[in-house]
């Protein structure tokens, strides 16, 4: 029985040793190896965490930036129609006011070129008058060999021609 007493301290003091070499082992890899891989994996999920949140700000920001540039390209659009239709406006009435002008001128001239057809009537009129009444008293001393005298002569050149404006 000692043999086997023996045996069995010899192994109780192996597994005592290797316990104690476990234990300090895991003691070492604690403190040497977990520790810091523990940090190592602590600030990468720190980090991407962070890269995460900020990729998320970074979305807002260009999302809003992206809203911000949809309104103020939108008001430009709307301003773009307000100087277009400004500009329609203007023109039609520089264009009505150019028409107005012109007709205005176009009547002007009328109006002027009737006033001097009409005075070229008139001065025709009076010239033809003048020859009419000469002629008339040429014909007449002709005719009557006497001279008439200028009441005469003046009555008779008045009816001559009254009697042309009527046959006009």
């Known amino acids: 029985m000692f043999i086997v007493a023996e045996s069995n301290q010899l192994y109780l003091g192996d597994m005592l040793f290797y316990l104690i070499s476990f234990l300090i082992m895991s003691a070492l890899v604690w403190h040497f190896a ?29 999302q809003k930036l992206a809203s911000k540039r949809q309104e103020e390209l939108k008001g430009s659009r709307q301003e773009a129609a307000t100087i277009v239709d400004n500009a329609k406006q203007s023109g039609e009435s520089q264009r009505a006011e150019i028409i107005a002008t012109a007709q205005q001128d176009a009547q002007n001239l009328k109006d002027q070129a009737q006033k001097d057809a009409e005075q070229a009537r008139q001065d025709a009129l009076r010239g ?33 021609i009254e009697g042309l404006v009527k046959h006009e």
Do not use: C, F, G
């Open 34 to 62: 977990w520790k810091p891989v523990t940090q190592m994996m602590q600030k990468r999920a720190d980090k991407i965490a962070n890269d995460i949140d900020s990729a998320a700000k970074s979305r807002e920001e260009a």
């Open 128 to 160: 033809a008058k003048e020859d009419v009444a000469n002629l008339s008293i040429e014909i007449a001393s002709k005719l009557i060999h006497k001279q008439l005298n200028a009441d005469d002569q003046q009555a008779l050149i008045d009816s001559y």
